[in-house]
């Protein structure tokens, strides 16, 4: 075989390759192309976009990179047609026929009869014909100028497939070629369809601009692929750093196994010792009991003999017997009895051994008995802040009113903190007011943009580190389903998912997970940041949770109880929804009861700050729930405190105040703790 035979062996294999769709896994049919450039079938992705409830106007991620694009408002028919993929198809038509019967004849001929095979492919009816219908199609006027190109072309005809196969024929006009290239609406259109269609437009031949087109394409190849090799020595970095990793793991594993059989060692050790101790204690035992055994049993056979030979005296002794034994026998009698009441009174010796478990506290608490394993994190310039105690009274060093407050009176639904912006979202509203953190002066405003299907009512706000984006909890669509939307600092919509009809507060966890605080369902649901529903937890013991943090995998903050409840608290509970730790219980103002507990927010050392509502003050609790102050009152301006965040660092907590005082309204205080 010839070189340039092996090169037509080649493009063979590799025309079957990329006309193949990745979804039906067989030669594309209506080869749609998506933004991202991939290709698949029309009917692939109308099956999937059915399957999925997806329609016009929605967002359909691509099946293999994710990247989403709209549906077009006359469904997924109007996506552009693949004109490339179109043309290496019938190349392969030609160059690996689909079918070895004439399909000319396929149509005309009767059922049973024997089927001619094709010979030739023509590229205007896109048919495999045999050679006699060849000859008609060469002699017929409608058919004569038609291109007719031998099935299994050798290396001479498969070099000139694609000059033959000819240009893309306009979908609407049979008889045109696809030849001017519209740069305003950057398409390929016949003449007539350009005429007609692009009023104004510039056009040009596709001639006159394909070699810049090229040029422009090869440049973008030449500079992706200069990412790719950016790409390839980041992978080769991660991958270096993910083996060092996975060794220093496996090195941390045979270290907690050593330290396992080191503990296991001492273990059995004070065991045995311990068993040693009671071994001879028991021996002890066994010999003292087995002495007073003996003495009892003495004693008892000293009385039987005695009383055997009174009898005996009594029923055969003669009157000289009786008379002679008498004193004798009443001497022994008297010594018998002085012998029985101190036998009566012997005791064994008390035994006050007692077993006193060794202190689980630690490991009740959650900690491993053999060790922890510590992530270390820079904290040198958090930890002299951290550490500090907390005020008695917290100072307020600012204080202002929402835009949307001020005006109309609209109560604040949300504070989150990002990038040292102060982001509120005000009840009834679909704008967020944006706040610098050194002036608290307002910076700017954005609206959250609605559309047909979906319109803004927020909730609550909550900010991720880790993705350095927002979560909106939208209470109101016209369908009444709720929904969090994700979004960028500037208000850009990253992600939205549907929650059915539960809503809640939001929370976002160090790892980036949002919880919501379902109110009237005592439930909580964790999501994915990008909205997979990672579980549903039913609150057990608690009534109406009004907000929720996660504190690690397994443990939440619950505050809990609604106006017309008698029983308010804040509760630590587990996975399963069970409480471990409480406090409050019914409803009051003394310092071991709240009186609607909406809002909560834990420092890095583990400390939990309460907004006690209707007692107008925010609390402070331990890890354990233990009460230690009040840290802030009405003394620094509080009334209504309905939503909080902590800036550990900073030592500063911001409160969303919802009291009308002097006409203001939903007023944000900035308070000192430390």
């Not at 927020?458 to 927002?470: F, N, P, R, S, Y």
């Amino acid at each position: 075989m010839t070189a340039e035979a092996g090169d037509i062996g080649q493009v063979k294999a590799g025309l079957q390759d990329i006309t193949e769709c990745c979804i039906c896994a067989e030669t594309y049919k209506v080869p749609k192309i998506l933004p991202c450039i991939h290709t698949f079938c029309l009917k692939c992705l109308e099956s999937l976009g059915s399957n999925s409830a997806k329609g016009p106007g929605d967002s359909m991620p691509c099946p293999i990179c994710r990247k989403e694009f709209a549906i077009p408002a006359a469904g997924l028919a109007e996506l552009p047609k693949n004109f490339f993929m179109d043309r290496l198809i019938d190349m392969m038509n030609v160059m690996i026929p689909a079918s070895a019967q004439c399909e000319a004849c396929v149509e005309d001929l009767e059922t049973g009869m024997e089927i001619p095979a094709a010979v030739t492919y023509c590229v205007d009816c896109r048919q495999n014909i045999c050679s006699e219908c060849s000859r008609h199609h060469h002699r017929m006027k409608a058919t004569k100028k038609h291109k007719l190109v031998k099935l299994g072309s050798d290396e001479s005809e498969a070099i000139s497939l694609e000059r033959a196969i000819g240009p893309s024929i306009c979908d609407q006009h049979s008889n045109q070629s696809l030849e001017v290239y519209c740069a305003d609406c950057k398409t390929l259109s016949c003449a007539i369809c350009f005429i007609e269609t692009h009023n104004n437009h510039r056009g040009s031949q596709i001639n006159k601009v394909v070699d810049d087109f090229r040029k422009e394409i090869q440049t973008i190849v030449d500079n992706v692929g200069a990412f790719g090799e950016n790409v390839r020595t980041k992978l080769k970095q991660m991958n270096d750093q993910s083996k060092k990793t996975l060794e220093q793991i496996d090195l941390l594993a045979k270290e907690v196994d050593r330290t396992k059989d080191e503990v296991k060692k001492i273990i059995d050790e004070h065991a045995a010792e311990l068993n040693r101790k009671l071994d001879s204690m028991k021996h002890e035992k066994i010999k003292e009991f087995q002495t007073e055994k003996d003495v009892f049993e003495t004693h008892i056979a000293i009385l039987e003999n005695y009383n055997k030979y009174c009898s005996e005296m009594l029923a055969k002794g003669s009157a000289g017997d009786v008379c002679r034994a008498v004193n004798d026998l009443s001497l022994r009698g008297v010594e018998l009895e002085e012998l029985n009441e101190s036998i009566t009174q012997r005791e064994l010796s008390p035994f006050h051994v007692s077993f006193e478990r060794t202190s689980l506290k630690e490991f009740i608490e959650g900690k491993n008995i053999i060790g922890v394993l510590e992530e270390k994190q820079n904290k040198e310039v958090s930890s002299n802040l951290e550490r500090r105690e907390y005020k008695d009274q917290a100072t307020l060093v600012s204080s202002f009113n929402t835009r949307e407050g001020k005006t109309d009176f609209k109560k604040i639904w949300g504070l989150a903190v990002l990038d040292n912006e102060l982001f509120t979202a005000t009840d009834e509203c679909a704008e967020i007011e944006v706040y610098d953190l050194e002036h608290f002066s307002l910076k700017r405003r954005f609206d959250l943009v609605s559309d047909t299907q979906h319109y803004i009512d927020i909730q609550d706000i909550a900010a991720c580190k880790l993705q350095k984006c927002l979560y909106i909890m939208n209470w109101a669509s016209i369908d009444k389903r709720k929904e969090i939307l994700r979004i960028n600092v500037n208000g850009n919509l990253k992600r939205r998912w549907s929650t059915g009809s539960e809503f809640g507060r939001l929370s976002v966890s160090n790892e980036g997970s949002v919880v919501v605080t379902i109110i009237w369902k005592d439930k909580l649901k964790e999501y994915s940041m990008d909205g997979v529903l990672l579980r549903e937890i039913k609150l057990l013991t608690v009534v109406h949770p009004r907000h929720a943090v996660r504190l690690n995998q397994d443990l939440f903050i619950v505050g809990f109880g609604d106006d017309e409840d008698s029983l308010h608290g804040v509760c630590i509970v587990d996975h399963l929804g069970n409480s471990i730790v409480s406090y409050g219980g019914t409803k009051g103002s003394s310092t071991s009861q709240v009186n609607c507990p909406l809002a909560l927010a834990v420092d890095s050392e583990g400390s939990i700050i309460v907004a006690d509502e209707k007692n107008r003050r925010l609390l402070l609790l331990g890890s354990n729930l233990e009460f230690k102050k009040v840290i802030s009152t009405e003394n620094c301006g509080l009334r209504d405190p309905w939503r909080l965040y902590l800036d550990s660092l900073a030592g500063r907590i911001f409160v969303a105040d919802n009291a009308i005082k002097d006409n203001d309204q939903c007023q944000v205080l900035v308070l000192d703790l430390k």
